[in-house]
Every structure is written in structure tokens, then in C-alpha cells.
């Protein structure tokens, strides 16, 4: 079954919350294709000046974070089990923005850019997958969906900037078209929103904003995975496996992604915890996933060349 969601008063939401109601409930093996906005509630392009002057849809509040849609309940899902998100299409809009400096972050301070700003415009074209700014700069695309997750299980509003076990404000440009994304289920139902889509970003998102725009297609099929236990977001891409962890430090976060992949690989390949140790230090990749989100994030990368049985 294929299924539709557009923005909308019933489908948009700037926090997650275990106590909204679904505007979607589908059964396992669905497709759903979102349209969403970028990460700012952008009613169009924004080619900079003051934050304030920048044309938003009605359905912004003041205290809401990223533009999600959703939510979206999965028949079946349970607390405790895994939701499988295949994303097999993201086709960005003919525009985007970054912004840089210009706000008050721990990270400005370091780069001395808290007091000035600047805005790059992008003109994006999604047949030849490059974006060019008002500079002449031009840059590759590879889009994907910043924030793809569930709610806390905790009743009540939250926000959706830190990443979570269960998803929401991940950052990881790995999850492209054709990449599938695991996640523990939080809360019955599973509640699935995506929003925060990025033309293009690098590892560590350092400035705080990616190419943020707006999606014309973004097109996820949801199952349930009974086999496949998993305590934090694991990632199934053309050519690797992924784990990812979040936590306040880079250590911490580093050791959540490590742990996971250790975990995969013991389970890939029948191996020991000792074992697993020894082949992730020789074949597995540490990458900072972002740093910029209050929680930060890493991922781990086992390429499915790096060990052969």
C-alpha cells in the first residue's frame, strides 16, 4: 500500500511528542512519500538579512523546532522492538540555505563568528545533482533527511534538535536513497516523523546548518524487524554497515557507536567480543557524524569489503 503526506495544519509538528495523534497509520511493508519543508518553516527561498524577515508558513510557532511531518503509526510496532526504514527516494527542491555565525553557540564562539553571520542561497538542481550559491560556488548534492525518528517514551513535548537511540535529529549524510535505517522503538505504535531535509553536508555539519531545504519527494517504506535487535540507530547502505551514537561528549558517543558495531559484528560473523575488537581496529572506520546538535553524534563504518569470510 502507497500512501501520501503533505504539509499541512494536521501534518506538521515542531517537537516530538508520544502523545500526538497519528495523521497516518499504516501496516508493515508500506510506502509513504512526505513533502516537506526546510528545517526553518521556509515559505520560499530566503536570500538572507534578518532571521525574522524570513517568509514562513502558518503553521510556524515560535517555540516549535525543526518543520516534521508525521506523525506516522505502523501497525504492530511495539516498544522494544525495530523499525526498518527503507528511504528509497529524496529529491530536493529547487532551492536552499545556510547560514553561518551570527547566533550564540559554543561552537561560534570558537570559530569568533558569534556577532557576524552570513546566509548562502542556493540555486539546486536536482537532474544534474549540483548546487551553485550566489557566490558561484558549486557543490555536489547528496541528499538526505536530517531528522528521521520517534518520540521519547516520556510523556510530553520535546525537542527535536538533540539526537536520540530511537532517531530524530541524526545529521548523518549516509542515508541516502536506497540506505535502510534501523531503530528501537520507543513507543507503541512507533509515531515515525521525518523533516529536515539537506541537499548536501559534510561529516561533522561543523557550521551548524547544512544545505537546508525543502523536499519534493521523500519516499520511505516502514517494516518491523523481529530478528534484528538494536539499542541505538544502525544503517544498511549499498555498500556498508553503520552504527551510530550520540551522547554529550565525543568519547561517549564514540563508544555507543563502537559498541554497537562490535555487537554487528559478532553477529555478522560468529566471532568473540575479543575478535570483534581486533577486526574493528583494523577494518572499521570512526567518523563525527555532527557536533553542532547539543547532543553530539558518531557513526562506525564496516564496508562490506573491509572483511571477507
Same mark, same amino acid.
Given at each position: 500500500m502507497r500512501h501520501t503526506l503533505e504539509p499541512g495544519d494536521a501534518t506538521l509538528?515542531?517537537?516530538?511528542?508520544?502523545?500526538?495523534?497519528?495523521?497516518? =497509520?499504516?501496516?508493515?511493508?508500506? =510506502? &509513504?512519500?512526505?513533502?516537506?519543508?526546510? +528545517?526553518?518553516?521556509?515559505?520560499?527561498?530566503?536570500?538572507?538579512?534578518?532571521? #525574522?524577515? $524570513?517568509?514562513?508558513?502558518?503553521?510556524?510557532?515560535? !517555540? +516549535?523546532?525543526?518543520?516534521?511531518?508525521?506523525? %506516522?503509526?505502523? *501497525?504492530?510496532?511495539?516498544?522494544?522492538? /525495530?523499525?526498518?526504514? $527503507?528511504?528509497?527516494?529524496?529529491?530536493?527542491?529547487?532551492?536552499?540555505? =545556510?547560514?553561518?555565525?551570527?547566533?550564540?553557540?559554543?561552537?561560534?564562539?570558537?570559530? !569568533? @563568528?558569534?556577532?557576524t553571520g552570513v546566509v548562502h542561497a542556493w540555486q539546486l538542481d536536482p537532474v544534474t545533482m549540483t548546487g551553485r550559491n550566489q557566490h558561484g560556488h558549486t557543490v555536489p548534492l547528496r541528499p538526505f533527511m536530517g531528522v528521521l525518528g520517534m518520540p521519547p517514551a516520556e510523556p510530553g513535548r520535546h525537542s527535536t534538535i538533540p539526537p536520540r537511540p530511537h532517531g530524530g535529529n541524526l545529521d548523518c549524510k549516509e542515508l541516502v536513497a536506497g540506505s535502510t535505517l534501523l531503530l528501537p522503538i520507543p513507543v507503541d505504535g512507533a509515531l515515525f516523523s521525518v523533516g529536515d531535509g539537506h541537499a548536501a553536508q559534510g561529516d561533522g555539519e561543523v557550521g551548524g546548518t547544512a544545505v537546508e531545504c525543502p523536499m519534493d519527494e521523500v519516499t520511505l517504506t516502514f517494516d518491523l524487524r523481529d530478528d534484528f535487535p538494536v539499542t541505538g540507530p544502525v544503517a544498511r547502505t549499498a555498500d556498508a554497515w553503520l552504527t551510530m551514537g550520540v551522547g554529550p561528549t565525543l568519547d561517549e558517543a564514540t563508544f555507543a557507536a563502537l559498541d554497537s558495531m562490535l555487537t554487528l559484528l559478532q553477529r555478522?560473523?560468529?566471532?568473540? *567480543?575479543?575478535?570483534? @575488537?581486533?577486526?574493528?581496529?583494523?577494518? %572499521?572506520?570512526? #567518523?563525527? /557524524?555532527?557536533? &553542532?546538535?547539543?547532543?553530539?553524534?558518531?557513526h562506525a563504518v564496516l564496508r562490506d569489503s573491509a572483511v571477507r569470510m
Amino acid at each position: 500500500m502507497r500512501h501520501t503526506l503533505e504539509p499541512g495544519d494536521a501534518t506538521l509538528h515542531g517537537h516530538f511528542s508520544r502523545d500526538f495523534p497519528p495523521v497516518l =497509520t499504516i501496516d508493515p511493508g508500506d =510506502t &509513504v512519500t512526505f513533502r516537506t519543508l526546510d +528545517c526553518w518553516w521556509s515559505a520560499g527561498p530566503y536570500p538572507g538579512g534578518r532571521n #525574522r524577515d $524570513r517568509p514562513r508558513v502558518p503553521q510556524h510557532q515560535p !517555540d +516549535c523546532g525543526h518543520a516534521l511531518i508525521g506523525p %506516522v503509526a505502523v *501497525r504492530g510496532a511495539e516498544a522494544g522492538k /525495530t523499525l526498518a526504514v $527503507r528511504i528509497d527516494a529524496v529529491v530536493p527542491a529547487g532551492w536552499g540555505t =545556510t547560514v553561518a555565525g551570527g547566533w550564540p553557540s559554543p561552537f561560534n564562539q570558537r570559530y !569568533d @563568528v558569534e556577532e557576524t553571520g552570513v546566509v548562502h542561497a542556493w540555486q539546486l538542481d536536482p537532474v544534474t545533482m549540483t548546487g551553485r550559491n550566489q557566490h558561484g560556488h558549486t557543490v555536489p548534492l547528496r541528499p538526505f533527511m536530517g531528522v528521521l525518528g520517534m518520540p521519547p517514551a516520556e510523556p510530553g513535548r520535546h525537542s527535536t534538535i538533540p539526537p536520540r537511540p530511537h532517531g530524530g535529529n541524526l545529521d548523518c549524510k549516509e542515508l541516502v536513497a536506497g540506505s535502510t535505517l534501523l531503530l528501537p522503538i520507543p513507543v507503541d505504535g512507533a509515531l515515525f516523523s521525518v523533516g529536515d531535509g539537506h541537499a548536501a553536508q559534510g561529516d561533522g555539519e561543523v557550521g551548524g546548518t547544512a544545505v537546508e531545504c525543502p523536499m519534493d519527494e521523500v519516499t520511505l517504506t516502514f517494516d518491523l524487524r523481529d530478528d534484528f535487535p538494536v539499542t541505538g540507530p544502525v544503517a544498511r547502505t549499498a555498500d556498508a554497515w553503520l552504527t551510530m551514537g550520540v551522547g554529550p561528549t565525543l568519547d561517549e558517543a564514540t563508544f555507543a557507536a563502537l559498541d554497537s558495531m562490535l555487537t554487528l559484528l559478532q553477529r555478522l560473523h560468529g566471532v568473540s *567480543r575479543p575478535d570483534a @575488537v581486533a577486526l574493528a581496529s583494523v577494518a %572499521v572506520d570512526v #567518523r563525527v /557524524t555532527q557536533i &553542532v546538535n547539543q547532543t553530539v553524534g558518531v557513526h562506525a563504518v564496516l564496508r562490506d569489503s573491509a572483511v571477507r569470510m
